[in-house]
Nanobody, 120 residues
Framework: QVQLVESGGGLVQPGGSLRLSCAASGSIFSINAMGWYRQAPGKQRELVAAITSGDSTNYADSVKGRFTISRDNHKNTVYLQMNSLKPEDTAVYYC??????????????WGQGTQVTVSS
């Protein structure tokens, strides 16, 4: 089994910054792509940013230039640095990882979600 544990959410004023972390643990052989998704009330879950094992990145248009995704492969951890936050960034943020387990099966895993609220 593989677990993803997120941290770093909270309440921040517009224009502020937050850094989310997501650490993977368990029966991991390798981690392929990792990413962050978010879901606001009444809306579908959407991709925010993703990063491959080769450090190629992809961002939603709405966060380009404000958010930065990175990963530490030694720690099996992915980060999301969020700057210039806007009220419309308010959502539950979920970490996702495509993991090849020690039994050499590949699955997508999800974290439990962390709330980000941008409000004055």
């Amino acid at each position: 089994q593989v677990q993803l544990v997120e941290s770093g959410g909270g309440l921040v004023q517009p224009g502020g910054s937050l850094r989310l972390s997501c650490a993977a643990s368990g029966s991991i052989f390798s981690i392929n792509a990792m990413g962050w998704y978010r879901q606001a009330p009444g809306k579908q879950r959407e991709l925010v940013a993703a990063i491959t094992s080769g450090d190629s990145t992809n961002y939603a248009d709405s966060v380009k230039g404000r958010f930065t995704i990175s990963r530490d492969n030694h720690k099996n951890t992915v980060y999301l640095q969020m700057n210039s936050l806007k009220p419309e960034d308010t959502a539950v943020y979920y970490c996702n990882a495509r993991v090849t387990t020690r039994s050499l099966n590949t699955f997508d895993y999800w974290g439990q979600g962390t709330q980000v609220t941008v409000s004055s």
